[in-house]
């Protein structure tokens, strides 16, 4: 990334001046209800944080997002470092992840309704879901490429074959796992907006909705202003973790978020 | 002693052909004895050592270490990788003390122990670096140290050199004769170069082009402790050099 001279993080600012200003433009041109105009929208926005329900309503959505993404990094890693390093627990996962990985998470929303009701534990599952999968291919490929004389040089110190997986494996495959984990946060995100949207219940994906529905166009372009700011200082908080776990490592390539 | 016994190696390759990478090496190396091992690349000098390091089993033949056969490696036999294989999440420090805190020493004594290792390979001052900082040469300076920390009696050294500057080269092969005329740990020592064999080396094993046999076996019948500038102007020592050279081009 290149950054203008003279102040860090000018670079970012200038290209969202330059977007709400195309946006208040555009807004201004078109003249219709729902494309409500930059300085509008922006003007719902302190209002919808001083409101303590819709407070309540991104807590909810964030602990679900959590809780959701811990979930998903927590099994995806372990089944991920143990495919990287065995052919056979390779071949075992790999068809049953081909099935899952086209499928769109939030698709499967309402069969998942079906047997969790429209509660927390629905959304959590479906977050759980997308989280999961680029944390398991990263975690796959950073197994995978772990250096076999690395291996050999611990096994030679005496160090066993399950310690070598812990102390080995996870530290060397962590940069690789880390990518991941950026990209399923990003996921996380985004299936968690979805997942609200149908069963809408409570959450920020629900205040959108139910705006949209009632055609409160301000308050829905203030929300998705609001998740937007939201995944960017989850994805800084997250690099910042990342720098300062991997510091030791080479630098990594730049994010690519998939498809839900 | 290192009985090395009929011990062959097939890889299979990806086509589904089988790929003779050693074929029928037999060799036995005495406690303290220092052989180094010498052939044309890709003859299978590291395949060798990984099978007597326990890390890479053989097709045919086997291997034993004091009279038990190797069945996986062990902290009896310390690895040197031609690739040096340090852990790039560790510092320098923390790399050399890894083996020892493996083993269960304590944590000041291990740092102590690492300290003086990394003297010896002259990179004190280095000791918070992470590998990625470190050139090359240094590198395999500190994969030398890692395994010379938990004090394994034999060394497996594959081109342990390779990687450094003349300079720095003939420091550490002074550093390595003064070591192991202080410890006499068995070594086996791969390396193509054929000075450096003599230098170091009881005995210098030539090895064939692949499939990898044993063509000659040489005793560098050279008096200990060596210095290096007495040797160049000695005949036995150009001797040998040029003996191993021939033997060397021949193969071509
Ligand atoms: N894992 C493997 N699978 C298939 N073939 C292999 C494997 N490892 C080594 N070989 C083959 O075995 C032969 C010997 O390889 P090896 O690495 O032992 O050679 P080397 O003498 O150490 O070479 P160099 O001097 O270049 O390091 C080569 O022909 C190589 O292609
Ligand atoms: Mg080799």
């Known amino acids: 990334m290149t950054r203008l001279p003279g102040i860090p993080g000018l670079a970012p600012l200038v290209a969202f001046a330059g977007l709400l200003a195309g946006w208040e433009v555009a807004a201004r041109g078109i003249g219709i209800d729902g494309l409500p105009p930059a300085s509008r929208a922006l003007a719902e926005v302190p209002g919808i944080l001083a409101d303590p329900e819709s407070l309540i309503n991104i807590g909810a959505s964030l602990y679900r997002m959590a809780l959701g993404f811990a979930l998903g990094v927590a099994v995806a890693v372990p089944v991920g470092l143990m495919m990287g390093r065995s052919r056979h627990v390779a071949a075992f996962f790999n068809p049953l992840l081909m099935v899952i990985y086209p499928v769109p998470k939030a698709a499967l929303m309402p069969i998942i309704m079906l047997w969790l009701g429209v509660g927390d534990a629905s959304k959590t599952l479906v977050i759980f879901l997308g989280v999961s999968l680029p944390v398991v291919y990263h975690s796959y490929q950073g197994g995978r490429a772990v250096e076999e004389k690395m291996l050999w040089s611990a096994a030679a110190m005496g160090m066993g074959a399950p310690a070598r997986l812990l102390r080995i494996v996870l530290p060397a495959a962590l940069p690789e796992i880390l990518v991941g984990c950026r990209t399923g946060l990003v996921l996380a995100l985004i299936t968690m907006v979805t997942s609200e949207m149908i069963a809408r219940q409570s959450g920020v994906g629900n205040i959108l909705f139910n705006s949209l529905d009632m055609a409160q166009y301000d308050t829905v372009y203030a929300m998705i202003v609001i998740i937007g700011v939201l995944g960017l200082a989850l994805d800084a908080a997250f690099e910042r973790l990342r720098a300062a776990l991997v510091g030791w490592a080479e630098p990594s390539q730049a994010l690519m978020v998939g498809t839900t | ?252």
């Open chain 2, 1 to 252: 002693m290192i009985a090395i016994d009929a011990v062959s190696k097939e890889f299979e390759t990806k086509g589904g052909r089988r790929h003779l990478a050693i074929d029928d090496i037999g060799l036995a190396v005495a406690d303290g004895e220092f052989v180094s091992i010498l052939g044309p690349s890709g003859c299978g000098k590291s395949t060798l050592l990984y099978i007597v390091g326990g890390f890479v089993p053989p097709s045919r033949g086997s291997v034993t270490v004091g009279g038990k056969p190797v069945t996986g490696p062990g902290p009896d036999r310390g690895p040197v990788f031609q690739e040096f294989a340090l852990f790039p999440w560790k510092t320098v420090l923390g790399n050399v003390m890894y083996g020892l805190q493996q083993q269960g020493v304590g944590r000041t004594q291990a740092r102590e122990r690492a300290r003086a290792l990394l003297a010896m390979v002259h990179l004190e001052g280095y000791e918070s670096f992470y590998p990625k900082e470190l050139s090359g040469g240094m590198k395999q300076r500190v994969a030398i140290a890692r395994t010379l920390a938990y004090r394994p009696s034999i060394l497996l050294m594959d081109e342990p050199f390779g990687a450094l500057d003349a300079h720095t080269r003939t420091r550490l092969q002074n550093d390595l004769t003064e070591i192991w005329e202080r410890d006499r740990k068995t070594v086996l020592f791969v390396t193509h170069s054929v000075e450096e064999a003599v230098f170091l080396s009881d005995r210098v094993v030539v090895m064939t082009r692949s499939p990898g046999r044993i063509k000659e076996i040489v005793t560098i019948d050279l008096p200990r402790p060596r210095d290096r500038v007495t040797l160049l102007l000695e005949r036995r020592y150009q001797d040998h050099v040029v003996a191993i050279e021939r033997m060397m081009d021949a193969q071509e």
